[in-house]
């Protein structure tokens, strides 16, 4: 893939021109058809115009990169998991007072609920570290959407309190920038990297089919919005110039020199009699 400068745009320059995105030329590209949350549509993309598919690509390139980049703070994390802990009291607490219920049929599903959901005493799971708060979570909304537990949900009428259980440990596990199925999150810095590669390889994508395109389209409106869709992304090239490799650094010249100071002591070593 031919590469126009776009490996020298900064994260933040990216994250930025999602506003280009919505200006100009590319504000009359509807993407509303297409743009879901698990980005892949029910209406084909294969027969999409092609604008449609360029605007989808560097949205949701950006938006990757704009998640990772939101891997949350120490301090939002601990924000974070103050409500994941405080919707489990919430449920211990639902969970005890159902268990003291006149119904018997509401009091053995509260008793069957507290020993499968809760930890300990019924708040153990609070102490747990972010990570495995986020795992037990996911448990606990595994493992209610089945049988035989998901009937004790209903007959103790606990639904909205689960609902926030996963709401809470959703949102923790998007701070330490894990998706569901991984085991633990991925490095920050790492997932920023990756993103800006995927931005790097979208944009140069699109930067090549809107340069062909403008190569074999004759002069008419069809090229002049072809010259409109490009012209922010030439911008942003002009934005990010291409930086000059750096220098050797001194410590691989004082490595050579060290290397050629090996190699001539065998001569030395030879010229001395026995």
């Not at 009428?157 to 199925?181: F, H, I, N, P």
Request: charged share 25%.
């Amino acid at each position: 893939m031919a590469a126009y400068g776009y490996s020298f745009v900064t994260d933040k320059a990216f994250s930025a021109f999602a506003r280009d995105l919505e200006q100009g030329a590319w504000k009359g590209v509807s993407i509303d058809k297409y743009d879901v949350p698990n980005r892949t549509p029910a209406a084909s993309l294969f027969e999409a115009p092609r604008p449609v598919v360029w605007k989808l690509r560097a949205r949701w390139s950006i938006a990757a990169l704009d998640e990772a980049l939101g891997v949350a703070s120490a301090a939002v994390l601990a924000e974070l998991d103050v409500e994941w802990d405080t919707a489990q009291r919430a449920l211990h607490l639902f969970l005890a007072s159902a268990a003291e219920s006149k119904d018997p049929a509401q009091r053995d599903a509260a008793v069957r609920l507290r020993g499968a959901l809760l930890a300990g005493a019924g708040t153990e799971q609070t102490r747990y570290t972010y990570d495995a708060e986020v795992d037990y979570g996911w448990h606990q909304v595994a493992i209610v959407g089945k049988a035989p537990l998901a009937a004790d949900v209903k007959k103790v009428g606990a639904g909205a309190y689960l609902k926030r259980v996963e709401e809470a440990t959703e949102a923790l596990a998007r701070g330490l920038g894990r998706t569901s199925g991984q085991k633990r999150a991925v490095a920050r810095s790492k997932r920023i990297r990756e993103a800006v590669v995927a931005c790097t390889q979208a944009f140069n994508a699109i930067h090549g089919e809107i340069g062909w395109l403008l190569e074999h389209t004759p002069s008419g409106k069809q090229r002049d919005l072809l010259q409109a869709l490009h012209a922010p992304f030439l911008a942003l090239l002009e934005r990010s110039p291409q930086r000059a490799p750096a220098a050797a650094a001194p410590e691989e010249v004082v490595v050579e020199e060290d290397a050629a100071e090996d190699a001539a002591e065998p001569e030395a070593e030879e010229s001395t009699p026995a």
